[in-house]
């Protein structure tokens, strides 16, 4: 059964938001990194990009698959984490701690009211499982 | 959970869900593409020690009669004539352009009885294909493929493994040849082959007596142990095969490509006589390819996948077959056409990796080479 932290935000694209003022952390959920298998690389965007909600910021990449990450909420990004360049395994083994990928500056933080809460997100993931 | 009810199983499928096996959708078969250990450790202990893989969804037609030799050596590009009894040879089933219908295993159990091995997504079209070049010829041919299950042990613990479950004495098997025998008392071809790089052996067997085997390899190879042998999913037989440079079919081969461009000039053999495309293929050795496949490892960040665009200074010059992390060699590698004006060793290229051009570097294959013993 996949790990669901309390605190947190999801969409339905797998990643998770850790909501700090206006500033939200965000990675991909151990039902993701489950999915993918094996991370091997993880290609990130650069501090000071802007995104909208909803759209891709970077890559994650198993053996097998490529999979688009997308951020849920839209703003700048203030940091990224460097070390998944060298160490993207840290996506299997810790991706709601070690393996965060970026930290944006939400343009809008009221885009989080429409995320899903751990709850929801679990159930939303039974229904991906059938 | 449950699978779409239209895929067909491997008398192994409840086995690999029982072993947490991820099941996909491979060829219309419901396969593992991987187990818990996860690609990389199955990768790495297939070349370390042993992986077992499940590959009874392949396809066996028994070819039977006096004429079984010329029969199947008017249809495959390889020369049937120079097998001996207990020999296997890899080949091709051509088209009349000298493209590939499929790639496959023949393997001489007499002079009059030859075994063909097929893949899984293409033994229906094969079946259909020989079948219709049957003109009268004294053979009488068989789709056995739901007769028989295929195990898989490769690696270089694979012998001894396998030794302990079997009086046939594994280290006299050459090499592409085989012997029948018994794997645990079960009747069974033991035949050393395989699709890894590695020293190994496949098994053919009843369908019914599956299990039975599969469960005895593990138990004999301490599965479970950190050295021992570990089930292996699809996804690390592609990286394997990928790594010792190996064709996969409907990747690097299919009807669209011929064998000279796909450097399988080695199993057409065209002086043995007529068979299906020699004249295109010996035109086309004549004239020259105009593109050809080749490996390559990125110089740069970046995973090329299949599919992707090969550029050179920024043109579209041909197609990535496969990519691909490689596990073992920790380099990011892949097999792609290419104009053979460009098929040089240390030729500059990039791959267009999601709109994105990332340098590769032309190499030789394979990839990865075991060392022998």
């Known amino acids: 059964m996949a790990n669901v932290p309390e605190d947190l935000h999801y969409s339905k694209d797998h990643e998770w938001i850790r909501v700090e003022g206006d500033v939200g952390t965000i990675g991909i959920t151990d039902f993701a990194q489950n999915s993918l298998g094996d991370v ?78 751990a709850a929801e997100y679990e159930d939303f993931t039974k229904g991906e499982e059938e | 959970m449950s699978a779409a009810p239209a895929l067909k199983q491997t008398s192994l499928n409840a086995v690999h869900r029982q072993m947490g096996g991820r099941m996909v959708d491979f060829g219309g078969w419901d396969m593992p593409v991987q187990y818990p250990a996860g690609t990389v450790e199955e990768h790495l202990r297939t070349r370390n020690h042993a992986g077992l893989f499940d590959v009874s969804h392949m396809g066996e037609i028994d070819v039977r009669g006096s004429d079984a030799i010329p029969f199947v050596n008017r249809l495959v590009s390889n020369d049937v004539t120079k097998l001996v009894d207990g020999q296997a040879q890899y080949s091709a089933l051509t088209t009349p352009e000298g493209t590939v219908v499929d790639d496959l295993m023949v393997y001489r159990f007499a002079e009059d009885h030859l075994l063909l091995v097929v893949n899984a997504g293409t033994t229906e079209k094969d079946w259909e294909w020989i079948k219709s070049h049957h003109k009268g010829e004294n053979v009488e041919l068989k789709n056995v493929s739901a007769d028989y299950c295929q195990i898989a042990l490769q690696g270089p613990d694979a012998l001894s493994i396998l030794q302990t479950l079997t009086s046939t004495p594994l280290e006299e098997i050459k090499y592409y040849h085989f012997r029948e025998g018994e794997v645990d008392g079960v009747p069974s071809i033991i035949s050393r082959t395989g699709y890894t790089g590695e020293d190994g052996f496949e098994v ?37 095969r990928l790594e010792a440079g190996m064709a996969l079919y409907g990747h690097e081969i299919n009807e669209t490509t011929t064998l000279l461009e796909a450097n399988l000039g080695w199993i057409c053999k065209l002086n043995k006589g007529d068979f299906i495309g020699r004249d295109s ?23 090329a996948r299949d599919d992707q665009d090969v550029l050179i200074n920024g043109t579209p010059v041909g197609r990535v077959t496969s990519g691909s992390p490689a596990p073992y060699l920790k380099k990011n590698i892949g097999m792609a056409y290419i104009p053979t004006e460009f098929a040089n060793e240390g030729q500059q290229i990039q791959i267009d990796v999601r709109g994105r051009a990332v340098g590769a570097s032309i190499v030789k294959t394979p990839f990865y080479k075991r060392e022998k013993k």
């Not at chain 1, 490529?66 to 070390?83: A, D, K, L, M, Y």
């Not at chain 1, 060298?86 to 970026?102: C, F, S």
């Not at chain 2, 004549?286 to 593109?291: A, C, D, P, T, Y």
């Open chain 2, 204 to 240: 053919y067997a009843a369908s019914e007596k599956a299990e039975q085997l599969w469960n005895k390899i593990l138990e004999a190879g301490n599965y479970g142990k950190s050295e021992g042998v570990l089930p292996c999913g699809l996804a690390a037989r592609n990286t394997l």
């Open chain 1, 40 to 117: 091997v690389y993880v290609e990130l965007p650069k501090v000071g990009e802007k995104f909208e909600a909803h759209e891709s910021f970077g890559s994650v990449e198993s053996v097998k698959a490529v999979s688009e990450i997308f951020t849920p909420v839209g703003g700048e990004i203030v940091e990224v984490n460097e070390s998944l360049q060298d160490e993207p395994e840290k996506v299997n083994t810790d991706p709601y701690g070690d393996a965060w990928m970026i930290r944006i500056r939400m343009s809008n933080p009221g885009e989080v009211d429409s995320l899903l809460n």
């Open chain 2, 281 to 303: 293929l010996a035109k086309q050795k004549e004239e020259g390819i105009r593109r050809r496949l080749i490996g390559f490892e990125m110089t740069e960040r970046g995973i």
